[in-house]
Protein backbone atom coordinates (compact mmCIF):
# COMPACT_ATOMS: atom_id res chain seq x y z
CA UNK A 1 0.00 0.00 0.00
CA UNK A 2 1.52 3.54 -0.96
CA UNK A 3 2.33 6.23 1.54
CA UNK A 4 -0.15 8.20 0.32
CA UNK A 5 -3.20 6.23 1.53
CA UNK A 6 -4.37 5.81 5.50
CA UNK A 7 -6.50 3.25 5.60
CA UNK A 8 -6.79 3.68 9.12
CA UNK A 9 -8.15 6.97 9.01
CA UNK A 10 -10.54 6.70 6.01
CA UNK A 11 -11.78 3.75 7.53
CA UNK A 12 -12.62 5.59 11.00
CA UNK A 13 -14.98 7.69 8.86
CA UNK A 14 -16.80 5.52 6.09
CA UNK A 15 -19.91 5.15 6.15
CA UNK A 16 -22.20 1.91 6.78
CA UNK A 17 -24.98 2.61 3.77
CA UNK A 18 -24.68 0.59 0.80
CA UNK A 19 -23.06 2.53 -2.33
CA UNK A 20 -19.82 1.79 -4.87
CA UNK A 21 -16.10 2.03 -4.12
CA UNK A 22 -13.25 2.88 -6.46
CA UNK A 23 -10.25 1.90 -5.76
CA UNK A 24 -7.49 4.33 -7.77
CA UNK A 25 -3.78 4.29 -7.93
CA UNK A 26 -1.50 7.46 -7.79
CA UNK A 27 -1.81 8.68 -10.98
CA UNK A 28 -6.02 8.69 -10.58
CA UNK A 29 -6.11 5.29 -12.55
CA UNK A 30 -9.03 3.78 -11.47
CA UNK A 31 -7.75 -0.22 -10.71
CA UNK A 32 -11.10 -1.70 -9.66
CA UNK A 33 -15.12 -0.81 -9.03
CA UNK A 34 -16.96 -2.68 -6.43
CA UNK A 35 -20.52 -3.04 -4.72
CA UNK A 36 -21.56 -3.14 -0.98
CA UNK A 37 -24.43 -3.43 1.16
CA UNK A 38 -22.41 -1.63 3.93
CA UNK A 39 -19.35 0.26 2.39
CA UNK A 40 -17.70 0.49 5.75
CA UNK A 41 -17.68 -3.37 6.15
CA UNK A 42 -16.20 -4.46 2.84
CA UNK A 43 -13.53 -2.11 2.81
CA UNK A 44 -12.53 -3.33 5.49
CA UNK A 45 -12.00 -6.28 4.64
CA UNK A 46 -9.34 -5.16 2.17
CA UNK A 47 -7.38 -3.07 4.50
CA UNK A 48 -7.47 -5.40 7.84
CA UNK A 49 -4.81 -7.61 7.78
CA UNK A 50 -3.26 -9.15 4.52
CA UNK A 51 -5.71 -10.32 2.10
CA UNK A 52 -5.19 -13.79 1.12
CA UNK A 53 -5.45 -13.94 -2.37
CA UNK A 54 -2.75 -12.56 -4.51
CA UNK A 55 -4.79 -10.81 -6.93
CA UNK A 56 -6.38 -8.61 -3.94
CA UNK A 57 -2.56 -8.22 -2.48
CA UNK A 58 -1.72 -6.95 -5.72
CA UNK A 59 -4.50 -4.65 -6.31
CA UNK A 60 -3.93 -3.28 -2.41
CA UNK A 61 -0.30 -1.99 -2.93
CA UNK A 62 -1.52 0.54 -5.56
CA UNK A 63 -4.57 2.14 -4.00
CA UNK A 64 -3.32 6.00 -3.53
CA UNK A 65 -6.96 6.93 -2.88
CA UNK A 66 -11.01 5.24 -2.50
CA UNK A 67 -13.73 7.05 -3.43
CA UNK A 68 -17.10 6.39 -2.51
CA UNK A 69 -20.58 6.71 -3.71
CA UNK A 70 -23.63 5.67 -1.96
CA UNK A 71 -26.89 4.37 -3.03
CA UNK A 72 -30.40 4.87 -1.43
CA UNK A 73 -30.78 0.80 -1.77
CA UNK A 74 -28.61 -2.16 -3.41
CA UNK A 75 -29.89 -2.37 -6.21
CA UNK A 76 -28.89 1.14 -7.46
CA UNK A 77 -25.53 0.02 -5.82
CA UNK A 78 -25.28 -2.79 -8.47
CA UNK A 79 -26.79 -0.88 -11.55
CA UNK A 80 -23.83 1.87 -10.76
CA UNK A 81 -21.08 -0.64 -10.00
CA UNK A 82 -22.31 -2.58 -13.80
CA UNK A 83 -22.26 0.93 -15.41
CA UNK A 84 -18.98 2.58 -13.80
CA UNK A 85 -16.91 -0.64 -15.24
CA UNK A 86 -18.75 -0.06 -18.74
CA UNK A 87 -17.24 3.25 -18.73
CA UNK A 88 -13.62 3.16 -16.76
CA UNK A 89 -12.69 -0.77 -17.69
CA UNK A 90 -10.60 -1.03 -14.41
CA UNK A 91 -7.65 -3.62 -14.84
CA UNK A 92 -9.00 -5.62 -11.67
CA UNK A 93 -12.40 -6.29 -12.45
CA UNK A 94 -13.95 -8.48 -14.54
CA UNK A 95 -15.00 -7.01 -18.10
CA UNK A 96 -17.28 -7.92 -20.92
CA UNK A 97 -16.87 -7.03 -24.53
CA UNK A 98 -19.88 -8.15 -26.00
CA UNK A 99 -22.69 -5.48 -24.21
CA UNK A 100 -25.59 -5.84 -26.71
CA UNK A 101 -28.97 -6.47 -25.98
CA UNK A 102 -30.35 -9.68 -26.72
CA UNK A 103 -33.00 -10.08 -29.68
CA UNK A 104 -36.85 -10.63 -28.99
CA UNK A 105 -39.95 -11.94 -31.15
CA UNK A 106 -42.45 -9.45 -31.33
CA UNK A 107 -46.25 -9.79 -31.78
CA UNK A 108 -48.38 -6.42 -32.61
CA UNK A 109 -51.33 -7.70 -31.15
CA UNK A 110 -53.03 -4.21 -31.42
CA UNK A 111 -53.38 -4.58 -35.10
CA UNK A 112 -56.16 -5.61 -36.78
CA UNK A 113 -53.71 -8.48 -38.43
CA UNK A 114 -50.34 -8.44 -36.04
CA UNK A 115 -47.53 -9.14 -37.36
CA UNK A 116 -44.11 -11.43 -36.54
CA UNK A 117 -41.16 -9.86 -36.15
CA UNK A 118 -36.78 -10.19 -34.96
CA UNK A 119 -37.17 -6.88 -32.33
CA UNK A 120 -33.80 -5.82 -30.36
CA UNK A 121 -34.15 -2.92 -27.77
CA UNK A 122 -36.77 -1.28 -25.50
CA UNK A 123 -40.04 -2.83 -25.67
CA UNK A 124 -42.24 -0.28 -25.43
CA UNK A 125 -44.34 -0.50 -28.10
CA UNK A 126 -47.55 -1.96 -27.62
CA UNK A 127 -47.83 -5.56 -28.15
CA UNK A 128 -45.96 -9.15 -27.14
CA UNK A 129 -42.49 -9.81 -26.74
CA UNK A 130 -41.37 -13.35 -26.74
CA UNK A 131 -37.68 -14.36 -25.80
CA UNK A 132 -35.05 -13.34 -25.39
CA UNK A 133 -33.17 -15.53 -28.09
CA UNK A 134 -29.24 -16.14 -27.53
CA UNK A 135 -28.43 -14.91 -30.98
CA UNK A 136 -30.01 -13.08 -34.30
CA UNK A 137 -30.21 -16.40 -35.62
CA UNK A 138 -32.42 -18.33 -33.13
CA UNK A 139 -34.82 -15.57 -33.67
CA UNK A 140 -34.63 -15.86 -37.49
CA UNK A 141 -34.62 -19.45 -37.13
CA UNK A 142 -37.57 -19.52 -34.85
CA UNK A 143 -39.46 -17.06 -37.41
CA UNK A 144 -38.94 -19.66 -40.28
CA UNK A 145 -40.47 -22.12 -38.67
CA UNK A 146 -43.56 -20.07 -36.86
CA UNK A 147 -43.77 -18.81 -41.16
CA UNK A 148 -44.36 -22.81 -42.32
CA UNK A 149 -46.82 -23.70 -39.27
CA UNK A 150 -48.88 -20.54 -38.95
CA UNK A 151 -48.83 -18.22 -41.70
CA UNK A 152 -48.82 -15.17 -39.66
CA UNK A 153 -47.51 -12.10 -41.75
CA UNK A 154 -44.14 -10.90 -41.10
CA UNK A 155 -44.13 -8.00 -43.60
CA UNK A 156 -43.72 -4.59 -42.50
CA UNK A 157 -46.51 -2.32 -41.98
CA UNK A 158 -45.41 -0.46 -44.81
CA UNK A 159 -45.74 -2.69 -47.12
CA UNK A 160 -48.78 -4.78 -46.06
CA UNK A 161 -50.76 -1.30 -46.16
CA UNK A 162 -49.46 -0.77 -49.45
CA UNK A 163 -50.38 -4.09 -51.16
CA UNK A 164 -53.01 -4.33 -53.78
CA UNK A 165 -52.31 -8.18 -55.08
CA UNK A 166 -50.86 -10.73 -52.73
CA UNK A 167 -46.79 -11.23 -52.86
CA UNK A 168 -44.82 -14.11 -53.14
CA UNK A 169 -45.44 -15.76 -49.58
CA UNK A 170 -48.47 -15.88 -50.23
CA UNK A 171 -47.84 -17.61 -53.15
CA UNK A 172 -45.25 -20.04 -51.76
CA UNK A 173 -47.77 -21.05 -48.61
CA UNK A 174 -46.18 -18.83 -46.04
CA UNK A 175 -48.77 -16.22 -45.70
CA UNK A 176 -52.67 -16.38 -46.13
CA UNK A 177 -52.41 -12.93 -47.25
CA UNK A 178 -54.33 -10.58 -44.92
CA UNK A 179 -53.24 -7.50 -46.63
CA UNK A 180 -55.30 -8.72 -49.02
CA UNK A 181 -58.48 -10.14 -47.30
CA UNK A 182 -57.88 -13.39 -48.40
CA UNK A 183 -58.46 -14.59 -44.76
CA UNK A 184 -60.90 -13.94 -41.91
CA UNK A 185 -60.35 -11.98 -38.97
CA UNK A 186 -61.26 -14.71 -36.79
CA UNK A 187 -59.37 -17.27 -38.28
CA UNK A 188 -56.31 -15.26 -38.64
CA UNK A 189 -56.53 -14.05 -34.77
CA UNK A 190 -56.61 -17.94 -33.97
CA UNK A 191 -53.65 -18.70 -36.09
CA UNK A 192 -52.26 -15.48 -33.85
CA UNK A 193 -53.49 -17.09 -30.40
CA UNK A 194 -51.82 -20.76 -31.34
CA UNK A 195 -48.32 -18.80 -32.70
CA UNK A 196 -48.30 -17.06 -28.96
CA UNK A 197 -49.06 -20.17 -27.23
CA UNK A 198 -45.87 -21.95 -29.18
CA UNK A 199 -43.98 -19.20 -28.17
CA UNK A 200 -44.97 -18.96 -24.79
CA UNK A 201 -43.90 -22.58 -24.42
CA UNK A 202 -47.30 -24.36 -24.05
CA UNK A 203 -46.70 -26.47 -26.98
CA UNK A 204 -48.49 -29.75 -25.83
CA UNK A 205 -51.26 -28.10 -24.85
CA UNK A 206 -51.81 -26.35 -28.19
CA UNK A 207 -50.78 -29.65 -29.85
CA UNK A 208 -53.99 -31.17 -27.92
CA UNK A 209 -56.16 -28.31 -29.06
CA UNK A 210 -54.97 -29.27 -32.61
CA UNK A 211 -55.93 -32.55 -32.25
CA UNK A 212 -59.57 -31.44 -31.17
CA UNK A 213 -60.02 -28.92 -34.03
CA UNK A 214 -58.69 -31.36 -36.65
CA UNK A 215 -61.28 -34.06 -35.24
CA UNK A 216 -63.73 -31.63 -35.39
CA UNK A 217 -63.08 -30.43 -38.71
CA UNK A 218 -63.07 -34.40 -39.77
CA UNK A 219 -66.39 -34.81 -38.41
CA UNK A 220 -68.04 -31.79 -40.21
CA UNK A 221 -66.75 -33.73 -43.43
CA UNK A 222 -64.24 -30.44 -43.79
CA UNK A 223 -60.69 -32.52 -44.55
CA UNK A 224 -59.34 -30.08 -46.14
CA UNK A 225 -59.23 -27.61 -42.92
CA UNK A 226 -58.18 -31.09 -40.89
CA UNK A 227 -55.43 -31.90 -43.21
CA UNK A 228 -53.96 -28.72 -42.67
CA UNK A 229 -54.52 -29.40 -38.92
CA UNK A 230 -52.98 -32.45 -39.32
CA UNK A 231 -49.80 -30.81 -41.13
CA UNK A 232 -49.49 -28.46 -38.27
CA UNK A 233 -49.55 -30.63 -35.61
CA UNK A 234 -46.36 -33.09 -37.23
CA UNK A 235 -44.34 -29.67 -37.32
CA UNK A 236 -44.90 -29.26 -33.92
CA UNK A 237 -44.39 -32.63 -32.70
CA UNK A 238 -41.20 -32.77 -34.50
CA UNK A 239 -39.91 -29.17 -32.87
CA UNK A 240 -41.39 -30.44 -29.27
CA UNK A 241 -39.20 -33.14 -29.78
CA UNK A 242 -36.08 -30.87 -30.45
CA UNK A 243 -36.18 -28.12 -28.39
CA UNK A 244 -38.05 -29.68 -25.09
CA UNK A 245 -36.54 -30.16 -21.78
CA UNK A 246 -37.69 -32.75 -19.65
CA UNK A 247 -38.22 -31.96 -16.18
CA UNK A 248 -37.61 -28.28 -16.31
CA UNK A 249 -40.37 -25.71 -16.71
CA UNK A 250 -40.20 -21.82 -16.69
CA UNK A 251 -37.36 -19.25 -17.47
CA UNK A 252 -33.84 -20.61 -16.55
CA UNK A 253 -30.33 -19.37 -17.43
CA UNK A 254 -27.47 -21.64 -17.31
CA UNK A 255 -24.32 -20.51 -16.69
CA UNK A 256 -21.27 -22.03 -17.16
CA UNK A 257 -17.32 -20.86 -16.66
CA UNK A 258 -14.28 -22.44 -18.14
CA UNK A 259 -10.85 -21.46 -18.40
CA UNK A 260 -7.54 -22.05 -19.56
CA UNK A 261 -4.04 -20.03 -20.63
CA UNK A 262 -4.89 -16.87 -19.03
CA UNK A 263 -8.40 -17.04 -20.98
CA UNK A 264 -12.23 -17.54 -19.90
CA UNK A 265 -15.38 -18.35 -21.36
CA UNK A 266 -18.73 -18.10 -19.57
CA UNK A 267 -21.65 -19.79 -21.50
CA UNK A 268 -25.28 -18.76 -20.96
CA UNK A 269 -28.05 -21.12 -22.15
CA UNK A 270 -31.48 -19.53 -22.29
CA UNK A 271 -34.31 -21.18 -21.22
CA UNK A 272 -38.04 -19.57 -21.30
CA UNK A 273 -41.43 -21.03 -21.21
CA UNK A 274 -39.59 -24.51 -20.54
CA UNK A 275 -37.84 -24.20 -24.11
CA UNK A 276 -33.99 -24.12 -24.83
CA UNK A 277 -33.30 -21.59 -26.93
CA UNK A 278 -29.75 -21.87 -27.74
CA UNK A 279 -26.42 -20.66 -26.06
CA UNK A 280 -24.25 -18.03 -26.34
CA UNK A 281 -20.74 -17.72 -25.02
CA UNK A 282 -18.81 -14.38 -23.96
CA UNK A 283 -15.26 -14.10 -23.05
CA UNK A 284 -14.72 -11.84 -20.55
CA UNK A 285 -11.01 -10.05 -19.54
CA UNK A 286 -10.57 -11.45 -16.06
CA UNK A 287 -7.76 -10.53 -13.48
CA UNK A 288 -4.70 -13.27 -13.64
CA UNK A 289 -5.07 -15.38 -10.09
CA UNK A 290 -9.07 -14.60 -10.14
CA UNK A 291 -11.59 -17.29 -8.00
CA UNK A 292 -14.19 -18.60 -10.19
CA UNK A 293 -16.57 -17.65 -7.85
CA UNK A 294 -15.37 -13.91 -7.83
CA UNK A 295 -15.66 -14.18 -12.24
CA UNK A 296 -19.14 -15.29 -11.95
CA UNK A 297 -20.27 -12.46 -9.90
CA UNK A 298 -18.57 -10.10 -11.61
CA UNK A 299 -20.05 -11.91 -14.95
CA UNK A 300 -23.66 -11.80 -13.18
CA UNK A 301 -23.47 -8.10 -12.10
CA UNK A 302 -22.55 -6.72 -15.71
CA UNK A 303 -24.68 -9.35 -17.88
CA UNK A 304 -27.84 -8.61 -15.46
CA UNK A 305 -27.93 -4.81 -15.47
CA UNK A 306 -29.89 -4.17 -18.52
CA UNK A 307 -31.11 -7.97 -19.08
CA UNK A 308 -34.92 -9.62 -17.84
CA UNK A 309 -33.80 -12.07 -15.10
CA UNK A 310 -35.14 -15.31 -15.20
CA UNK A 311 -36.06 -16.68 -12.12
CA UNK A 312 -33.67 -19.32 -11.68
CA UNK A 313 -30.13 -18.85 -12.66
CA UNK A 314 -28.31 -22.07 -12.64
CA UNK A 315 -24.36 -21.43 -12.07
CA UNK A 316 -21.61 -24.20 -11.71
CA UNK A 317 -19.89 -21.94 -9.06
CA UNK A 318 -21.87 -19.73 -6.44
CA UNK A 319 -21.01 -16.17 -6.41
CA UNK A 320 -19.60 -14.46 -4.20
CA UNK A 321 -22.50 -12.84 -1.93
CA UNK A 322 -25.41 -15.22 -3.84
CA UNK A 323 -27.92 -14.54 -1.17
CA UNK A 324 -27.12 -10.74 -1.44
CA UNK A 325 -27.27 -10.63 -5.17
CA UNK A 326 -30.64 -12.75 -5.43
CA UNK A 327 -32.04 -10.38 -2.89
CA UNK A 328 -30.88 -7.58 -5.50
CA UNK A 329 -31.76 -8.93 -8.54
CA UNK A 330 -35.55 -9.94 -6.97
CA UNK A 331 -35.59 -6.03 -6.36
CA UNK A 332 -34.54 -5.52 -10.07
CA UNK A 333 -36.91 -8.52 -11.53
CA UNK A 334 -39.67 -7.46 -9.18
CA UNK A 335 -39.83 -11.44 -8.43
CA UNK A 336 -37.65 -14.13 -6.67
CA UNK A 337 -34.76 -14.85 -8.54
CA UNK A 338 -32.71 -18.03 -7.26
CA UNK A 339 -29.14 -18.50 -7.56
CA UNK A 340 -28.34 -22.09 -7.32
CA UNK A 341 -25.61 -24.92 -8.15
CA UNK A 342 -27.34 -27.76 -9.45
CA UNK A 343 -26.21 -31.43 -8.36
CA UNK A 344 -28.57 -33.62 -9.96
CA UNK A 345 -31.16 -34.35 -12.26
CA UNK A 346 -31.97 -32.39 -15.79
CA UNK A 347 -30.47 -28.92 -14.46
CA UNK A 348 -26.91 -30.77 -13.67
CA UNK A 349 -27.19 -32.30 -17.03
CA UNK A 350 -28.01 -28.99 -18.96
CA UNK A 351 -25.15 -27.07 -17.01
CA UNK A 352 -22.66 -29.85 -18.15
CA UNK A 353 -23.75 -29.66 -21.36
CA UNK A 354 -23.27 -25.68 -21.20
CA UNK A 355 -19.78 -26.32 -19.51
CA UNK A 356 -18.68 -28.78 -22.49
CA UNK A 357 -19.95 -25.81 -25.27
CA UNK A 358 -18.11 -22.93 -23.02
CA UNK A 359 -15.29 -25.55 -23.34
CA UNK A 360 -15.63 -26.26 -27.08
CA UNK A 361 -15.77 -22.71 -27.66
CA UNK A 362 -12.87 -21.77 -25.83
CA UNK A 363 -10.76 -24.26 -27.40
CA UNK A 364 -11.51 -22.56 -30.32
CA UNK A 365 -10.65 -19.07 -29.57
CA UNK A 366 -7.49 -20.81 -27.88
CA UNK A 367 -6.34 -22.04 -32.00
CA UNK A 368 -7.59 -19.09 -33.48
CA UNK A 369 -6.13 -16.43 -30.51
CA UNK A 370 -2.70 -18.55 -31.14
CA UNK A 371 -2.72 -18.22 -34.91
CA UNK A 372 -4.12 -14.22 -34.90
CA UNK A 373 -1.12 -13.70 -32.37
CA UNK A 374 1.26 -14.68 -34.46
CA UNK A 375 0.29 -13.29 -37.59
CA UNK A 376 0.82 -9.60 -35.55
CA UNK A 377 4.46 -10.68 -34.25
CA UNK A 378 5.23 -11.41 -38.18
CA UNK A 379 3.69 -8.23 -39.11
CA UNK A 380 5.89 -6.67 -36.33
CA UNK A 381 8.77 -8.20 -37.75
CA UNK A 382 8.05 -6.91 -41.32
CA UNK A 383 7.63 -2.73 -39.82
CA UNK A 384 10.74 -3.66 -37.52
CA UNK A 385 8.22 -2.29 -34.50
CA UNK A 386 8.77 -4.24 -31.12
CA UNK A 387 5.25 -4.81 -30.40
CA UNK A 388 1.44 -3.71 -32.35
CA UNK A 389 -1.48 -3.79 -30.20
CA UNK A 390 -4.29 -1.87 -32.03
CA UNK A 391 -4.54 -1.53 -35.79
CA UNK A 392 -7.18 0.28 -37.17
CA UNK A 393 -8.79 0.48 -40.94
CA UNK A 394 -10.51 2.37 -42.93
CA UNK A 395 -12.48 1.93 -46.06
CA UNK A 396 -15.07 4.31 -48.11
CA UNK A 397 -18.76 2.48 -49.62
CA UNK A 398 -21.02 4.26 -51.89
CA UNK A 399 -23.28 3.54 -55.17
CA UNK A 400 -22.06 6.04 -57.81
CA UNK A 401 -21.31 8.75 -55.29
CA UNK A 402 -24.19 8.70 -53.33
CA UNK A 403 -24.91 7.70 -49.59
CA UNK A 404 -21.40 7.81 -48.50
CA UNK A 405 -20.29 5.61 -45.67
CA UNK A 406 -16.71 5.25 -44.42
CA UNK A 407 -16.06 2.35 -41.78
CA UNK A 408 -13.28 1.76 -39.19
CA UNK A 409 -12.36 -1.47 -37.91
CA UNK A 410 -10.63 -2.26 -34.66
CA UNK A 411 -8.06 -5.34 -34.22
CA UNK A 412 -5.83 -6.41 -31.45
CA UNK A 413 -3.85 -9.60 -31.11
CA UNK A 414 -7.08 -10.94 -29.35
CA UNK A 415 -9.12 -10.50 -32.47
CA UNK A 416 -11.36 -7.60 -33.84
CA UNK A 417 -12.91 -5.39 -30.92
CA UNK A 418 -16.19 -4.91 -32.54
CA UNK A 419 -17.24 -2.67 -29.39
CA UNK A 420 -14.96 -0.22 -30.72
CA UNK A 421 -15.99 -0.09 -34.36
CA UNK A 422 -17.29 2.79 -36.04
CA UNK A 423 -19.37 4.13 -39.09
CA UNK A 424 -19.25 7.84 -40.77
CA UNK A 425 -21.69 9.14 -42.62
CA UNK A 426 -20.03 11.17 -45.41
CA UNK A 427 -22.16 14.66 -46.41
CA UNK A 428 -20.71 17.37 -48.25
CA UNK A 429 -18.14 16.09 -50.81
CA UNK A 430 -18.61 16.27 -54.43
CA UNK A 431 -20.61 12.80 -55.22
CA UNK A 432 -17.33 10.06 -55.58
CA UNK A 433 -14.54 11.68 -54.49
CA UNK A 434 -13.10 9.09 -52.31
CA UNK A 435 -10.29 10.50 -51.58
CA UNK A 436 -12.48 13.71 -49.84
CA UNK A 437 -14.43 11.18 -48.23
CA UNK A 438 -11.31 9.58 -46.53
CA UNK A 439 -10.04 12.78 -45.02
CA UNK A 440 -13.57 13.57 -44.04
CA UNK A 441 -13.93 10.40 -41.84
CA UNK A 442 -10.05 10.80 -40.82
CA UNK A 443 -10.34 14.13 -39.63
CA UNK A 444 -13.09 13.40 -37.70
CA UNK A 445 -11.40 10.19 -36.30
CA UNK A 446 -8.05 12.38 -35.24
CA UNK A 447 -9.44 15.05 -34.10
CA UNK A 448 -12.09 13.56 -31.84
CA UNK A 449 -8.78 11.64 -30.20
CA UNK A 450 -7.00 14.86 -29.94
CA UNK A 451 -9.32 16.71 -28.28
CA UNK A 452 -10.09 13.69 -25.76
CA UNK A 453 -6.58 12.16 -25.61
CA UNK A 454 -7.86 9.14 -26.63
CA UNK A 455 -6.09 6.10 -27.56
CA UNK A 456 -4.19 5.90 -30.87
CA UNK A 457 -3.76 3.39 -33.51
CA UNK A 458 -0.17 1.60 -33.81
CA UNK A 459 -1.29 0.99 -37.44
CA UNK A 460 -3.80 2.37 -39.55
CA UNK A 461 -4.71 0.97 -43.10
CA UNK A 462 -6.00 2.41 -45.68
CA UNK A 463 -7.85 0.56 -48.57
CA UNK A 464 -6.44 2.35 -51.26
CA UNK A 465 -3.81 3.29 -52.96
CA UNK A 466 -1.40 6.50 -53.03
CA UNK A 467 -3.85 8.95 -53.44
CA UNK A 468 -6.13 7.71 -50.45
CA UNK A 469 -2.93 7.33 -48.33
CA UNK A 470 -2.15 10.93 -48.60
CA UNK A 471 -5.12 11.94 -47.15
CA UNK A 472 -3.89 9.75 -43.95
CA UNK A 473 -0.63 11.20 -44.21
CA UNK A 474 -1.91 14.80 -44.07
CA UNK A 475 -4.64 14.12 -41.58
CA UNK A 476 -2.23 13.16 -39.15
CA UNK A 477 0.75 15.48 -40.15
CA UNK A 478 -1.55 18.49 -39.13
CA UNK A 479 -2.43 17.04 -35.83
CA UNK A 480 1.20 16.21 -35.06
CA UNK A 481 0.22 12.36 -34.75
CA UNK A 482 2.53 11.46 -38.11
CA UNK A 483 5.36 10.21 -35.83
CA UNK A 484 3.11 8.09 -34.03
CA UNK A 485 1.15 5.85 -36.11
CA UNK A 486 2.55 3.72 -38.92
CA UNK A 487 0.70 4.32 -42.26
CA UNK A 488 -0.09 1.83 -44.88
CA UNK A 489 -2.06 1.82 -47.76
CA UNK A 490 -3.65 -1.57 -49.27
CA UNK A 491 -3.82 -1.15 -53.33
CA UNK A 492 -5.78 -4.04 -54.95
CA UNK A 493 -3.02 -5.54 -57.62
CA UNK A 494 -4.48 -5.13 -61.76
CA UNK A 495 -6.48 -8.19 -61.41
CA UNK A 496 -7.68 -7.83 -57.64
CA UNK A 497 -7.15 -11.08 -56.42
CA UNK A 498 -5.82 -11.98 -53.67
CA UNK A 499 -2.23 -12.04 -52.41
CA UNK A 500 -1.43 -9.12 -55.39
CA UNK A 501 -1.90 -6.52 -52.97
CA UNK A 502 0.54 -3.39 -53.10
CA UNK A 503 1.83 -2.02 -49.38
CA UNK A 504 2.00 1.92 -50.09
CA UNK A 505 4.16 3.80 -46.96
CA UNK A 506 5.05 7.16 -46.72
CA UNK A 507 8.65 7.53 -47.38
CA UNK A 508 10.05 9.06 -44.15
CA UNK A 509 11.58 12.79 -44.89
CA UNK A 510 10.35 12.93 -48.01
CA UNK A 511 6.94 14.64 -47.90
CA UNK A 512 5.27 13.29 -51.27
CA UNK A 513 7.14 9.91 -51.73
CA UNK A 514 6.12 6.31 -51.05
CA UNK A 515 7.88 3.05 -51.01
CA UNK A 516 5.82 -0.03 -52.59
CA UNK A 517 5.98 -3.79 -51.06
CA UNK A 518 4.88 -6.88 -52.42
CA UNK A 519 4.55 -9.90 -49.52
CA UNK A 520 4.24 -13.74 -50.31
CA UNK A 521 0.72 -15.09 -50.33
CA UNK A 522 1.53 -17.19 -47.71
CA UNK A 523 3.10 -14.39 -45.64
CA UNK A 524 1.06 -14.28 -42.09
CA UNK A 525 1.64 -10.76 -42.07
CA UNK A 526 0.13 -10.28 -45.19
CA UNK A 527 -3.05 -12.41 -44.83
CA UNK A 528 -3.54 -10.24 -41.05
CA UNK A 529 -3.71 -7.10 -43.27
CA UNK A 530 -6.35 -8.78 -45.65
CA UNK A 531 -8.01 -10.09 -42.50
CA UNK A 532 -8.77 -6.51 -41.50
CA UNK A 533 -8.97 -5.12 -44.79
CA UNK A 534 -11.82 -7.48 -45.90
CA UNK A 535 -13.33 -6.75 -42.13
CA UNK A 536 -13.10 -2.96 -42.85
CA UNK A 537 -15.17 -3.58 -46.41
CA UNK A 538 -17.31 -5.65 -45.15
CA UNK A 539 -18.59 -3.39 -41.99
CA UNK A 540 -18.53 -0.14 -44.77
CA UNK A 541 -20.50 -2.32 -47.17
CA UNK A 542 -23.48 -3.08 -44.42
CA UNK A 543 -23.33 0.28 -43.09
CA UNK A 544 -23.80 1.62 -46.68
CA UNK A 545 -26.94 -0.70 -47.41
CA UNK A 546 -28.17 0.22 -44.43
CA UNK A 547 -28.33 3.95 -45.28
CA UNK A 548 -29.52 3.31 -48.74
CA UNK A 549 -32.10 1.14 -47.33
CA UNK A 550 -33.51 3.77 -45.15
CA UNK A 551 -33.40 6.46 -47.85
CA UNK A 552 -35.39 4.29 -49.81
CA UNK A 553 -38.14 3.26 -47.61
CA UNK A 554 -39.15 7.21 -48.22
CA UNK A 555 -41.08 6.31 -51.41
CA UNK A 556 -41.21 8.76 -54.83
CA UNK A 557 -45.39 8.81 -53.79
CA UNK A 558 -44.12 10.52 -50.17
CA UNK A 559 -42.04 13.08 -51.54
CA UNK A 560 -44.77 14.67 -53.74
CA UNK A 561 -46.69 17.68 -52.16
CA UNK A 562 -50.35 16.97 -51.47
CA UNK A 563 -49.79 13.21 -51.70
CA UNK A 564 -50.47 12.13 -47.99
CA UNK A 565 -50.84 8.95 -46.17
CA UNK A 566 -54.41 8.13 -47.54
CA UNK A 567 -54.16 9.44 -51.37
CA UNK A 568 -51.06 7.44 -51.24
CA UNK A 569 -52.64 3.88 -50.68
CA UNK A 570 -55.86 4.94 -52.79
CA UNK A 571 -53.14 5.09 -55.61
CA UNK A 572 -51.49 2.27 -55.18
CA UNK A 573 -55.06 0.21 -54.89
CA UNK A 574 -56.53 1.77 -57.84
CA UNK A 575 -53.27 1.18 -60.15
CA UNK A 576 -51.69 -1.97 -58.37
CA UNK A 577 -48.70 -0.56 -57.13
CA UNK A 578 -46.31 1.90 -58.03
CA UNK A 579 -45.14 0.38 -61.55
CA UNK A 580 -48.74 1.01 -62.46
CA UNK A 581 -48.79 4.41 -61.04
CA UNK A 582 -46.12 6.04 -62.75
CA UNK A 583 -47.75 4.30 -66.36
CA UNK A 584 -51.09 6.27 -65.73
CA UNK A 585 -51.90 9.54 -67.62
CA UNK A 586 -53.59 12.74 -66.04
CA UNK A 587 -56.69 11.94 -67.09
CA UNK A 588 -56.79 8.60 -65.33
CA UNK A 589 -54.57 9.57 -62.20
CA UNK A 590 -57.55 12.14 -62.06
CA UNK A 591 -60.27 9.59 -61.67
CA UNK A 592 -58.60 8.21 -58.48
CA UNK A 593 -61.05 9.55 -55.27
CA UNK A 594 -59.45 12.26 -53.74
CA UNK A 595 -57.03 12.96 -56.80
CA UNK A 596 -57.95 16.52 -57.93
CA UNK A 597 -56.78 17.24 -62.19
CA UNK A 598 -54.15 19.99 -60.29
CA UNK A 599 -52.70 17.23 -58.14
CA UNK A 600 -52.71 15.08 -60.50
CA UNK A 601 -50.69 16.95 -63.72
CA UNK A 602 -47.94 17.55 -60.04
CA UNK A 603 -47.99 13.56 -60.23
CA UNK A 604 -47.39 13.15 -63.57
CA UNK A 605 -44.81 15.85 -63.57
CA UNK A 606 -43.21 14.17 -60.63
CA UNK A 607 -43.06 10.81 -62.80
CA UNK A 608 -42.11 11.98 -65.72
CA UNK A 609 -40.16 15.19 -65.46
CA UNK A 610 -36.92 14.20 -63.37
CA UNK A 611 -38.87 14.69 -60.18
CA UNK A 612 -38.26 11.59 -59.02
CA UNK A 613 -35.07 11.13 -59.82
Known amino acids: MTDRFDAKAFLASVTERPGVYRFLNADGEILYVGKARNLKNRLSSYFRGTPAAIKTRRLVEQVADVEITTTQTEAEALLLESNLIKAHRPRYNVLLRDDKSYPWIYVSTNDRFPRLAYHRGSRKRPGRYFGPYPSA ?33 Y ?5 KAPCVDYVDEAEYRQDVEDTMAFLSGRSQKLIDDLVARMEKAAADLDFEKAAALRDQIGMLRAVSQQQGITGMSGDADVIALVSEQGISAVGVATIRDGRHLGTRHFFPDVPADADPAEVISGFLGLYYSDRDLPRRILCDHLPEDAEWLAGVFAEQAGHRVDLLVPRRGKARAWLEDTRENARIAL ?17 GEWLAMDRIERIECFDISHTQGELTVASCVVFGPDGPRKDQYRRYHIEGIAPGDDYAAMRQALTRRFDRAVRESGVLPDVLLIDGGKGQLAQAVDVLAERELAGRVRVIGVAKGPERRPGEETLVQPLLGSPGLYTEDHLSPHDPALHLIQQVRDEAHRFAITGHRARRQKARTQSDLERIPGVGGKRRQALLKHFGGIRGLKGASVTELAKVPGISPTLAARIHEWFHEGGAG
Not at 153 to 167: A, G, H, I, L, T
Open 363 to 379: NERLVSRRGLTRRFEVL
Open 137 to 169: GAVRETLNLLEKVFKVRQCEDSVFKNRSRPCLQ
Open 171 to 175: QIDRC
